[in-house]
């Protein structure tokens, strides 16, 4: 998509937190940047061609929206933009793109390794050594395990490509059920879900959340797994009814979690999830690499650079459906 404009130095509100954008300098070559927190946004907005929203998931765009009277496109430097979207900005002509794919590779190392965790029985061998007990145990192998990735944009093909390595046998739901696919055995529709999930040993959740996929993972899911089966949650919290999670995981009706994110986030202290030892929690660490933001830094300037030259941008939601569309 090719945003219409005068060629002209663009004004960029860039929204911060604490920490400044990476690649400032080279933003700075590419715009007038008026550097703002969530208080000063008003101001910073009048005016203003573009935002970046560095402190990707305020929701200070949508408290000062009468101020973005000239805004014509919105960068986040986050992949799920659920939560930011709201209707006047959907109805708008802004453009809206996301940081879609910079951190794909790094989530599917991170599910990875919730499966070797599991399957190895590494949180086990933990204990033991606190214990400092020598007890000798057999583990699952992962070659020819069977998994079912739901999400298959970016992140989700990404953690297909990496399991088919290590000699998995991976299929998708999304959307759309469709029998052939380049990085999937098969993918099903996600309304099917309670219907096939109980062919697979892992259940990898790494889909945006929409309205159509909050609570997509209920009790009817969690009950159809198989028994050995294991859930790994590296999307969104909300894809999963938590208390129907909690309950099948104390029943050990599902045999474990690994869960990056949950529901709600961060899991409030003494909630049961916590000492279960057939639960992994991280905190929505996954795609939080040593060079992560420069990654993300990077991703915004070749976008900035092309919206100066009116060139198409990268990575443009469609906004009513919240995440970047497959061509």
Known sequence: MTVARERKRPVAAVLYREALPARLAEIEELAEVRLTKADGLAKALDG???????????????????????????????????????????????????????????????ALGFVLDTAKDA????????????????????????????????????????????GMDVSGAGRNA?????????????????????????????????????????????GAMKQTACLINVGRGELVYTGALTEALASRSIAAAALDVVHPEPLPEGHALWGMENVIIT?????????????????????????????PLQNVVDKELGFVSAS
């Not at 573009?50 to 408290?63: C, D, G, I, K, M």
């Not at 040593?290 to 991703?299: A, P, S, V």
């Open 123 to 166: 949180q086990g061998s933990f204990r033991l050594q606190q214990q400092q007990r020598w007890q000798h145990r057999v583990t699952r192998k992962i070659q020819g395990q069977r998994v079912l990735v739901v999400g298959t944009g970016s992140i989700g093909r990404e953690i297909s490509r990496l399991f088919r390595a290590v």
């Open 178 to 222: 469709r029998p052939t696919d380049s990085d999937f055995d098969r993918i099903h529709s996600s309304r099917d879900l309670a219907a096939v999930v109980q062919d697979y040993d892992y259940l990898v959740l790494a889909a945006p959340l929409t309205n159509e996929t909050r609570g997509l993972v209920d009790a009817e899911v969690l």
């Open 283 to 311: 905190p929505h660490m996954s795609g939080d690499t040593e060079d992560y933001l420069d990654d993300l830094g990077k991703l915004f300037v070749d976008n900035l650079r092309r919206f100066c030259n009116g060139e």
């Open 48 to 110: 203003a061609d573009v935002l970046y929203q560095w402190h990707s998931f305020s929701p200070a765009l949508r408290e000062n929206w009468d101020a973005a009277s000239s805004l014509q496109w919105v960068h986040v430097s986050a992949a799920g933009v659920s939560q930011l979207l709201f209707d006047e900005l959907i109805c708008s002509n802004i453009v809206y793109t996301n940081s879609r794919g910079v951190l794909s590779r790094a989530i599917a190392e991170f």
